[in-house]
């Protein structure tokens, strides 16, 4: 279950990639049919990040339940992987060639997949969720996605979330 979501949570964090590579490009493989409604392949094309999104919560839902009862510590971590995503979308732009695109891409999804950039996706502020760091009581920091503002450990109110890894929690 975790590498399907991990799967999804990639997709759908570097789809904007694909993207911006096609509609710089022109890729419109439906132009000839559409006619003068050509924009509605690109609509298409903005609706799959956030297709891929909804999809990773709902199986973000079949994760195993975990308790956050105290922290210590709570940072809001919104605009720490902001630089990495807007770099999709300067390489996106800056590729011409299609062979350089799926080499640049799969290399993109790669790394994407073994990091934790991620589980980092604009979709889910879109959503209204936020993301944040928190030192558990046994000092541990991990991630929270969650939908909830935490604003202080004093303030804090356990939460159930589920867990997508030993470090990043989403509250579902």
């Excluded at 979501?5 to 493989?29: A, D, G, H, K």
């Excluded at 990040?49 to 339940?65: E, M, N, Q, V």
């Excluded at 809001?76 to 011409?96: C, G, R, W």
Aim: aromatic content about 20%; some cysteine.
């Amino acid at each position: 279950m975790n590498f399907t979501l991990r799967l999804f949570l990639t997709f759908s964090s570097v789809s904007f990639f694909v993207i911006v590579f096609l509609v710089q490009n022109q890729i419109n493989p439906f132009a000839c049919q559409l006619g003068c409604y050509y924009w509605i392949t690109y609509i298409a094309y903005i609706l799959i990040p956030f297709i891929l999104t909804f999809i990773s919560l709902g199986i973000c839902k079949l994760l195993s339940k975990s308790s956050l009862q105290k922290v210590t510590s709570i940072e809001t971590s919104n605009n720490d992987f902001l630089a990495n995503y807007l770099a999709f979308f300067f390489v996106a732009l800056s590729i011409k060639e299609m062979p350089a695109f799926w080499v640049v891409f799969g290399m993109t999804l790669m790394f994407t997949f073994v990091s934790r950039v991620s589980y980092f996706n604009p979709i889910f502020l879109v959503f209204g969720y936020n993301f944040y760091y928190v030192h558990t009581n046994e000092n541990v920091k991990v991630m929270i996605i969650s939908k909830k503002k935490l604003k202080s450990p004093n303030t804090f109110e356990a939460m159930t979330v589920r867990r997508i890894n030993d470090y990043t929690f989403i509250e579902i």
